[in-house]
């Protein structure tokens, strides 16, 4: 009796490994050689399931990317506002393992994306769902008055941006320097200032 093969699980076996692959040893060693080794196949069954190694990678960080977006959806329901504002920018911090490493995958495509339009493509339409999330949120919390002043909210919005992506990545660059206590110490401050 033939062997029954669960293709969305292997496809997902295959996007696990080369998101190990990623933040374990860098983008740059993420190749379809790498890729299959780690998640114990052929780089034949990796042909059959993914055109190409941008395939690949492109899959792994939508699949990362929808992750936090289920994940923050539970964080957030039910919440509006300031509150909802503050669990979704400490969600986008490396607080933790796993957000470390979504951060790590993350960071890793930065450069690539660089040179690669069909990567950039993604790494803005994700980026932009982001900012307008935290954009409508802003809205949300003035319309509530828990705002202070009448700051321009296209402006928060892209300092608050920085100020995620500016900490994450001295949290991966200079470990020494700052500590996740510190990185959830300083967000908050800024939201603070926010606050009416």
């Known amino acids: 009796m033939p062997k029954i093969v669960d293709h969305d699980e292997r496809r997902r076996e295959v996007l696990s490994a080369a998101r190990r692959v990623i933040v374990r040893d ?5 190749t379809t050689r790498a890729i299959a080794k780690e998640a114990g ?6 042909a ?9 990678l492109l899959s792994a960080l939508r699949q990362s990317h929808q992750r936090i977006r289920d994940r923050l959806t539970r964080k957030v329901e039910g919440a509006s506002g300031l509150a909802a504002l503050r669990e979704l920018l400490l969600d986008n911090l490396p607080l933790d393992a796993e957000r470390t490493q979504e951060t790590r995958l993350e960071v890793s495509f930065w450069s690539r994306s660089l040179a690669s339009d069909r990567l950039a493509e993604v790494q803005r339409a994700e980026a932009a769902e982001l ?3 935290i954009r409508s949120l802003l809205d949300e919390a003035r319309g509530a ?4 002043g009448d700051d321009n909210l296209d402006d928060l919005t892209e300092h608050l941006l920085a100020l995620v992506d500016g900490l994450s990545l001295h949290l991966l660059l200079y470990p020494d320097r700052l500590t996740r206590v510190d990185l959830e110490r300083l967000l908050l401050a800024s939201l603070d200032r926010l606050a009416a």
């Open 145 to 148: 008055g828990e705002l202070a």
């Open 48 to 56: 059959h399931y993914f055109a190409d190694k941008d395939e690949i």
């Open 41 to 46: 196949y052929s780089n034949g069954v990796l």
């Open 131 to 133: 900012r307008a999330a």
């Open 26 to 30: 860098g983008i740059d060693a993420a």
